[in-house]
């Protein structure tokens, strides 16, 4: 997927009454969404990162009047925002079939394992730093998560 | 297994300075995790003979015949930074595929990220498991299951799984090929505490066939394809595909 395909995709987008288009080829695939609500355009496969710039950046970059991707709102200061210290894939349990580590509404405490992040089959467990009440969980079970990306928001108590 | 007789015959320096052995226990990574928290000191071995909770990754089980192979873990403290965290999962193969090379006249493979193998089949199962707090790395939990004497195997394990006494058609000695291991985990630790990642990643490459090859990468249910590249100063895979570069960190690799 090259640079001049992604902008044509962007134009489609920008001349059609479509909100959204999302293209898949070779296992790559990217959102252009018009939507400023909507998630950054992704550009994902086998967890695989582009080793120049990736893909949603370059239509970010290029075409800045389309709006394909806000970032997401700021969270209310007032939350504690537990981070990713790796890049690698979120779980939030420990296996398919276990229960998941935490809900949102529960109470946890420092120690509390809150995720797995997994890089190169390494399970990095995610321990929370303060004791609190978890308000949001920002990433969806088993999609890739960057470094320092917020993954919860906990109301400390 | 007697601890005094692996203390003795290893010249490690870190790893197995302490080592508690069990009869039979849960899972030696529970173990293992459950003395970091305690504040345990890098190097601790904890060896079971028999695991009731033997695990690998994703809660998989993890089988091995009471008495023929080795399931031990080993608490490791790597000062090596949050981002090249995947660097550890090669050491631990690179350890165990040295270790196998020095006790046999086999030949291992590494397996990107952390498997090794004796001709195409997984003889060696390893779950690491890192504890973080508040972003920075309290330690690596590394859970390492090598099938040593094991002739037996079920038989969906059958086509995947072998073990260094069907490949080489002898009995071996448990004590030694764990003393080196243990060696051979000391070694190359020296040299993640030192900062030399470079010479992992060198040594790692040098007992993996895929490099220059075409492989498939599945992770979940996406398939990336492309011809294996190099390493990623992070230990992350490098791969060609049709129209440019790409990093990958997650994933089965098959060679096509």
Same mark, same amino acid.
């Given at each position: 997927m090259d640079l001049t395909y992604l902008k044509k995709l962007v134009r489609i987008v920008e001349q059609s009454g479509v909100d959204e288009i999302e293209v898949e080829e070779e296992g790559l695939r990217v959102r252009v969404a018009k939507n400023s609500h909507t998630n950054s355009s992704i550009a994902h496969a086998a967890s695989a990162? $582009?080793? $120049? #710039?990736?893909? #949603?950046?370059?239509?970010? /970059?290029?075409?800045?009047?389309s709006q394909p991707a806000a970032p997401p709102?700021?969270? &209310?200061?007032?939350?504690?925002?537990?981070? #990713?210290?790796?890049? /690698?894939?979120?779980?939030?349990?420990? $296996?398919?079939?276990?229960? &998941?580590?935490?809900?949102?509404g529960q109470t946890v405490q420092p120690k509390?394992?809150?995720?797995?992040?997994? $890089? !190169?089959?390494? !399970?990095?467990?995610?321990?929370?730093?303060?004791?609190?009440?978890?308000?949001?969980?920002?990433?969806?079970?088993?999609?890739p998560v960057e470094y320092n990306q917020t993954l919860f928001l906990i109301e400390p108590v | 297994m007697l601890k005094e007789e692996i203390r003795l015959s290893t010249q490690s320096k870190i790893i197995g300075k302490n080592i508690h052995t069990f009869d039979l226990l849960d899972s030696t990574n529970l173990k293992a995790k459950s003395l970091l928290q305690e504040g345990e000191e890098e190097g601790t071995i904890v060896i079971a003979e028999e695991q009731t909770a033997g695990r690998?990754?994703?809660?998989?089980?993890?089988? =091995?015949?009471?008495?023929?192979?080795?399931?031990?873990?080993?608490?490791?403290?790597? +000062?090596?930074?949050?981002?090249?965290?995947?660097?550890? =999962?090669?050491?631990?193969?690179?350890?165990?595929?040295?270790?196998? +090379?020095? +006790? =046999?006249?086999l030949h291992p493979e590494c397996k990107w990220p952390n498997d090794v193998l004796l001709n195409g089949k997984k003889c060696c199962g390893i779950l690491s498991e890192a504890v973080f707090k508040q972003g920075s790395l309290v330690g690596v939990v590394m859970g390492i299951g090598i099938n040593v004497n094991q002739r037996v195997f079920t038989r969906e394990l059958r086509a995947t799984a072998t073990s260094m006494s069907i490949e080489t058609g002898e009995e071996l000695n448990r004590i030694s090929v764990l003393v080196a291991v243990v060696n051979q985990m000391d070694e190359q630790y020296r040299l993640i505490q030192a900062g030399h990642l470079d010479d992992i990643r060198e040594k790692w490459k040098a007992y993996c066939p895929m490099f220059g090859r075409m492989v498939s990468i599945r992770h979940?249910? =996406?398939?990336?394809?492309?011809?294996?590249?190099?390493?990623?100063h992070d230990g992350g895979l490098i791969l060609t595909t049709e129209h440019k570069q790409i990093k990958v960190l997650a994933g089965d690799v098959t060679l096509n």
């Open positions: 990162q $582009a080793v $120049a #710039s990736p893909p #949603s950046q370059a239509v970010q /970059g290029e075409n800045p009047a709102a700021t969270p &209310e200061v007032k939350y504690h925002e537990v981070k #990713s210290p790796i890049v /690698g894939t979120f779980y939030r349990a420990p $296996a398919p079939d276990a229960e &998941e580590y935490i809900q949102v509390t394992v809150l995720c797995i992040i997994e $890089a !190169m089959k390494l !399970m990095n467990e995610i321990e929370c730093d303060i004791a609190g009440r978890v308000v949001k969980i920002l990433v969806e079970n088993g999609q | 690998g990754r994703m809660g998989r089980s993890w089988v =091995s015949e009471r008495g023929k192979n080795l399931t031990f873990s080993v608490v490791l403290k790597p +000062q090596i930074s949050p981002e090249s965290i995947g660097i550890v =999962s090669l050491y631990g193969g690179l350890a165990v595929a040295e270790a196998i +090379q020095d +006790q =046999s006249h979940h249910d =996406s398939f990336i394809t492309g011809i294996a590249l190099d390493l990623a």
